[in-house]
């Protein structure tokens, strides 16, 4: 379902979701799409499925304007694909979109006051602490907390701005990066970086990097291809691939 987009970046986005649900980070629910190689106004994503049954056939390719499958009768997307489009169309920077419900993080954003800023020398992408968006200010006090269309998605993207992250008050968060690989690093170092700090806050003021520090992170996201190889054979080890 993926026309011309180079076989070795769907095989990625494959393995970015096997390796997103042996990591913890998605389980039945979440998703992870890539903007096509070769059309920046198209991006991959796969139907909707369990991240940990997706398959290279399972690959769909959809317009960036519209949030919908270029192919007519292409199979039933996910209902949140407006979190993917919006974002790439705000942001012509971003490569790589992941969506998940990480438990850890999901009480940074329900938390009054809770800042998720970074603890660890690997999680300085998180900056001072990523944006909360806040459904209820665009979409009143009964949603079902879904980005279910094109407005909720150009509301999200507009709280995560220029930010690598953004916190959806009680469903989950959104990860961007420039590239898939770095999309994927970044939503499993979110996790961590967010346990460290449910361990660390009872015991104290917490000592978090400076905004120097966190801005050299650059040096271990620059390597993104060591923790990839080795999720990539963890998760197609645990699926027998």
């Not at 139907?47 to 304007?65: C, F, K, L, S, T």
């Not at 939503?187 to 917490?206: I, W």
Request: charged share 20%; aromatic share 6%; with cysteine.
């Amino acid at each position: 379902m993926a026309s011309n987009a180079n076989p070795e970046l769907i095989a990625d986005l494959v393995d970015a979701n096997h390796i997103l649900f042996h990591q913890g980070i998605v389980d039945a629910f979440g998703h992870v799409s890539v903007r096509h190689d070769a059309d920046p106004s198209r991006f991959l994503l796969a139907r909707n499925m369990a991240p940990a049954q997706v398959a290279a056939g399972d690959i769909v390719e959809y317009h960036v304007d519209s949030g919908e499958a270029v192919a007519a009768g292409a199979p039933r997307p996910y209902l949140e694909r407006f979190i993917h489009s919006e974002i790439y169309k705000a942001r012509p920077d971003v490569m790589a979109v992941v969506h998940n419900h990480s438990p850890a993080v999901l009480p940074f954003g329900v938390v009054k006051g809770a800042r998720l800023r970074p603890a660890c020398h690997m999680c300085g992408f998180l900056g001072e602490g990523p944006p909360v968006f806040e459904i209820r200010e665009h979409a009143g006090a009964a949603t079902d907390l879904l980005i279910r269309n094109r407005e909720l998605g150009t509301a999200l993207a507009r709280s995560l701005g220029q930010e690598r992250v953004v916190l959806m008050r009680g469903h989950g968060c959104t990860v961007v990066a420039s590239s898939l690989r770095l999309a994927v690093y970044r939503a499993v170092y979110t996790e961590v970086n967010a346990k460290l700090l449910l361990q660390a806050l009872p015991l104290g003021e917490v000592e978090y990097l400076t905004p120097q520090e966190a801005a050299a992170g650059h040096t271990t996201e620059g390597q993104v291809d060591r923790p990839w190889n080795l999720w990539k054979a963890q998760a197609r080890e645990a699926a027998g691939r």
